[in-house]
């Protein structure tokens, strides 16, 4: 008879099979989806969720915390700071050589010796005279007496790149005045248009930055300070101090580099620089006061209850009622201290090899805040090679020309050519045409385009080699070349003409070799008398 098992000892075995079957079917019944809304994510898989989707960016962690996150707009940010801003931009291109320098770099790479215009019209007896009637003129356009057309361009570029912006007023004046064209141009700084003169208008416009909006947002008037704000040495100036006048828009041309949309005013071109190159200049003074103090002082005398008489080393100087004695700190003095006094210097640990290459690091990241090249800013060019000194004149020659075509010429050369049209025609400086022919063609004799100071390059000879492949091949015309070197293609052919008939009929002759073969002289071999070898003649000239 077999033994029954204690009921005790199966009940482990048959709740622990149970548990195992209810948990294989529930691992095979589906579960169910998630209430809309809501759903159930855990801890471990949030964590990687968010690592997987987040942008680094825009987190605020520790990494993070010095970059600002305030999305102030660009107007805003000049209304608190543009006043600081262009005073310490100002006071670095003063002060500062390498802003200085970076200044200098930018407003002739900019203007040069100007930015001229070539009339376009195709009667070449009007053209020749609209052209002599803007020469004439340039000379008399600045209201102050200063300079001539070409010189208010240089000084428009030095206020942009310290202030970010100038304002040029129109001021038309009597034809009794004696000038070629009754109009002059006067230029005024960033400083005369209060940026915190804002406020709202019952005609539903605005004054924003001291500049006044209409309901629509169109640019009707300036508000202008009748007097500099930081003139205080002018008492004549008392009177109307603080004092502003508006001037209508269509009296002024603001010119200014847009970088953001919307933007009312300017910001200095130093801006992204300014902060680095301020520093560097501190820690420059610091380390040449270091240096001079270090070598201010040959030796210092500790007397210990001997008389002046017993002292080979005593000072000449006389004492004071005190018993000090006075000395001048020169290099190389000898110091005579008195019984019981010394002194100690800090010594702090020398630069070292740290000093240039913390310099040059340094000066390159402001050359980029200024937008202006390393060898530009410091003329230093230990560091640079043929091939890298052009590769970065190619990259600053883009950035100048952008600024030349949207700023300078759009905001400035083509108003005044406009405005110096009209004024010439209705004073009748041109003899060419009249008032009926302008006005029912205006554009035909306004037509005008600009040119640009030529580039110097480091190797002019290949370059001008490539420009001649590029002619001779048809893939490039004179004109483009002769505009590329800053003078108006029909004047220079005019020239070249009036050169050869001279030559002409002075019995002169010159060989102009239309090809850039080199043609050696006759030694006797067969290379150099061969037909072949010799370039052909330019037109009208023989070879003998």
């Not at 949309?261 to 420059?284: E, F, K, S």
């Not at 019981?340 to 240039?356: M, S």
Request: charge should be neutral; proline fraction near 5%; aromatic fraction near 8%.
């Amino acid at each position: 008879m077999k033994k029954r098992a204690p009921k005790s000892a199966a009940k482990p075995k048959v709740a622990a099979a149970r548990r195992a079957v209810s948990r294989l079917q529930r691992s095979k019944t589906p579960k169910a989806p998630p209430r809309k809304g809501k759903v159930s994510v855990t801890q471990p898989v949030r964590r990687a969720l968010s690592r997987a989707v987040g942008m680094d960016a825009g987190r605020t962690g520790r990494r993070l915390t010095a970059i600002p996150t305030n999305a102030a707009a660009i107007n805003t940010q000049i209304r608190k700071y543009g006043k600081n801003v262009v005073a310490r931009s100002r006071y670095l291109a003063l002060n500062n050589p390498y802003a200085a320098m970076a200044k200098e770099e930018y407003v002739s790479a900019l203007v040069g010796s100007g930015i001229k215009p070539s009339p376009l019209i195709k009667d070449s007896v009007v053209k020749e005279e609209i052209s002599r009637v803007w020469r004439l003129s340039t000379d008399e356009m600045d209201a102050d007496g200063l300079s001539d057309f070409y010189g208010m361009q240089a000084t428009i570029a030095s206020e942009m790149f310290e202030a970010g912006e100038c304002f040029v007023r129109f001021r038309p004046r009597l034809s009794t005045d004696g000038l070629m064209v009754p109009m002059q141009l006067q230029l005024l700084p960033s400083e005369m248009l209060d940026t915190g003169h804002n406020e709202v208008l019952p005609n539903g416009g605005r004054i924003e930055c001291g500049i006044e909006f209409s309901a629509i947002g169109a640019r009707v008037a300036y508000w202008f300070y009748r007097q500099h704000p930081g003139e205080y040495d002018v008492s004549a100036a008392v009177s109307v101090s603080g004092q502003k006048t508006r001037v209508p828009a269509e009296q002024v041309m603001h010119l200014f580099r847009p970088v953001r949309a919307g933007q009312i005013r300017g910001i200095p071109h130093t801006l992204a620089g300014m902060v680095t190159l301020a520093m560097l200049d501190l820690y420059d003074d610091a380390e040449l006061e270091r240096k001079r103090v270090a070598a201010l002082f040959g030796a210092f005398v500790t007397r210990t209850g001997v008389t002046d008489e017993e002292n080979p080393f005593a000072s000449t100087a006389q004492d004071d009622v005190d018993g000090n004695t006075d000395f001048s700190l020169e290099p190389g003095a000898v110091v005579d201290l008195a019984a019981g006094q010394d002194i100690k210097f800090a010594e702090p640990a020398d630069v070292g090899a740290t000093y240039e290459p913390f310099q040059y690091r340094a000066l390159l990241r402001a050359a980029a805040g200024f937008g202006t090249t390393y060898a530009g800013m410091t003329g230093d060019l230990r560091m640079t090679s043929y091939g890298s000194i052009r590769a970065g004149l190619v990259g600053f020659r883009r950035r100048i020309e952008a600024q030349q075509h949207h700023v300078m010429i759009f905001q400035f050369c083509r108003i005044v050519w406009r405005l110096w049209f009209d004024a010439a025609v209705l004073n009748v400086a041109f003899k060419t045409f009249t008032l009926r022919d302008y006005a029912l063609d205006p554009i035909k004799y306004r037509d005008v385009k600009w040119i640009t100071p030529k580039w110097e390059w480091i190797d002019p000879l290949k370059d001008r080699q490539a420009e001649k492949l590029a002619v001779d091949a048809g893939f490039k015309s004179r004109s483009d070349v002769i505009e590329a070197e800053g003078y108006d293609p029909e004047e220079v052919d005019a020239r070249i003409k009036t050169d050869q008939d001279r030559a002409a009929g002075l019995g002169i002759s010159f060989i102009q070799l239309s090809s850039s073969i080199v043609v050696a002289p006759d030694d006797g071999d067969s290379f150099g008398t061969d037909q072949t070898d010799v370039a052909p003649a330019a037109p009208g000239v023989t070879n003998e």
